[in-house]
């Protein structure tokens, strides 16, 4: 007999991922126009630098605008326009998702149901669940197969070293019970079993599908859990638990053709109007985006329109950081109580702002016990090479002028051992490096509230960065 090739397993093709360089060519949500080259040997080159400037200065182009409005119930800004969202993400990773865990993804998934990483995993997980429960199966049946055998062949001998029936004694073999006759089924049964199938025949014709006919033809065959319970010779009774799909179905067991009920599940017809309805699915998701990021749009780029709620009215740069420095603190403080100079929106601002300023892409790293997350290019590409803590470091004379304000500055800036210890060893888990950030506080001042540059220049930001020795490997 040839032998048969085993059948190889073709894996399906992947789906094609985006170009991500591409997506996000862009660092910020902003258009420059350069100015032509300037090549030293063509006098030409002058001329299109002289008309280009001018043409810019007389009619600038215009820059993108985007909308977001402040809730103060959330004490975040929402930007709920769907231009608006992939831009702000693909130009700079700015916000997250209300209903994703970073990238704003929610409406691709719930359209592409049935295809996502996750969903796939756990079907993989349900497959390899019914592999093990159906191996399991085939082996209890081996094993009781062969202890029919066992008893089988020990009736024979049994049978064997009895006498013959030519002797005095009218001795009989008696057979085993449960092995050679299937157990009886009251007619009673029977009839009521009957008069339901002719009921459900009657009304479900046609729904149900044509099936072919069956093999082999019995009168009143019993039903698969009678035969899965049968009653061994020693009293045990026998039996056989079925997947929730051949349990759920239904057969007319009096006539020569099988009628299941439709399997547990939906229609083919309901999966598509599911399917139609699926994109049809109205976006519900918008981009969160913390004070600083807001800030960082509306005032150092220019490119993000606040609203507070539901007003009409946009919220200049000098009052978008008295809102968001009153709901730095929770609960908010009320619009009459002068800031304090360390207050913890500023101070986390002016953070935000260094590293940004840098190029780097800076996220949130609550998820890792620190303040900030650094990127390289962005979340899309790598992950984040270092992590920050923000330190208020109240170093300037004034801090400690009476034992007072020592004592609050004291308490305020008090960390132990145990804490670097333990914010140091979750990054060296995750190879991240641990940046110290320390924001130097300056003393307090009346200075103009409106000028947001010159309060920014007061505060200094120091960094250093914390490496975890292990003796075994520093060693020399």
Request: proline residues 9%; glycine residues 4%.
């Amino acid at each position: 007999m040839p032998s048969q090739s085993p059948s190889i397993q073709t894996r399906p093709p992947r789906k094609r991922q985006p170009n991500y360089h591409y997506v996000h060519r862009y660092a910020l949500p902003i258009r420059t126009y350069p100015l032509p080259t300037f090549i030293p040997h063509n006098p030409v080159s002058v001329i299109a630098i002289a008309l280009t400037y001018l043409t810019q200065l007389i009619a600038p182009p215009s820059q993108p605008a985007y909308r977001g409005y402040f809730s103060t119930a959330t004490g975040s800004v929402h930007v709920t326009d769907e231009t608006s969202i992939r831009a702000l993400w693909e130009m700079g990773f700015f916000g997250k998702g209300s209903l994703s865990r970073s990238e704003p993804v929610w409406l691709q998934s719930q359209k592409q149901k049935g295809s996502t990483s996750e969903e796939a995993t756990e079907k993989r997980r349900k497959e390899r669940r019914d592999m093990k429960s159906e191996r399991a199966k085939k082996e209890k049946e081996i094993i009781e197969e062969k202890l029919r055998q066992e008893k089988r062949s020990n009736g024979c001998l049994d049978a064997l070293s009895m006498p013959s029936a030519n002797s005095n004694d009218n001795s009989t073999v008696k057979s085993v019970p449960g092995l050679d006759t299937p157990p009886e089924i009251p007619s009673d049964q029977q009839q009521d079993h009957s008069s339901n199938v002719d009921q459900w025949r009657h009304t479900d014709t046609a729904k149900a599908p044509p099936t072919p006919p069956l093999t082999s033809t019995v009168e009143s065959p019993p039903s698969p859990r009678q035969q899965a319970n049968r009653t061994c010779s020693d009293g045990r009774v026998k039996t056989v638990r079925f997947s929730p799909t051949t349990e759920a179905r239904e057969f007319d067991l009096s006539s020569t053709t099988v009628s299941p009920i439709k399997r547990p599940g939906a229609s083919p017809d309901l999966e598509q109007d599911v399917s139609s309805q699926a994109l049809e699915i109205e976006n519900e998701e918008h981009l969160q985006l913390s004070l600083e990021e807001a800030f960082f749009l509306a005032y150092a780029l220019g490119v993000l329109d606040i609203y507070l709620d539901d007003s009409v009215t946009k919220l200049s740069s000098p009052m978008l950081l008295s809102l968001f420095r009153h709901y730095s603190i929770s609960p908010p403080r009320t619009p009459h109580t002068s800031p304090r100079p360390d207050d913890p929106f500023v101070v986390s601002y002016a953070v935000y702002h260094f590293f940004r300023s840098q190029g780097w892409i800076v996220r949130s790293g609550v998820k890792f016990a620190v303040d900030y997350l650094l990127y390289n290019k962005g979340p899309a590409f790598s992950h984040a090479e270092f992590a920050v803590v923000v330190l208020p470091s109240y170093t300037d004379e004034y801090w400690c002028e009476n034992p007072e304000r020592a004592a609050a500055v004291e308490k305020k800036t008090s960390k132990s051992w145990w804490w670097l210890h333990c914010v140091n060893r979750v990054q060296a888990q995750v190879l991240k490096s641990l940046v110290l950030c320390y924001v130097d506080i300056p003393p307090p001042s009346e200075g103009n509230a409106e000028d947001i540059g010159r309060l920014l220049e007061k505060y200094k930001v120091r960094t250093v960065t914390v490496k975890r020795w292990t003796p075994n490997r520093d060693r020399g």
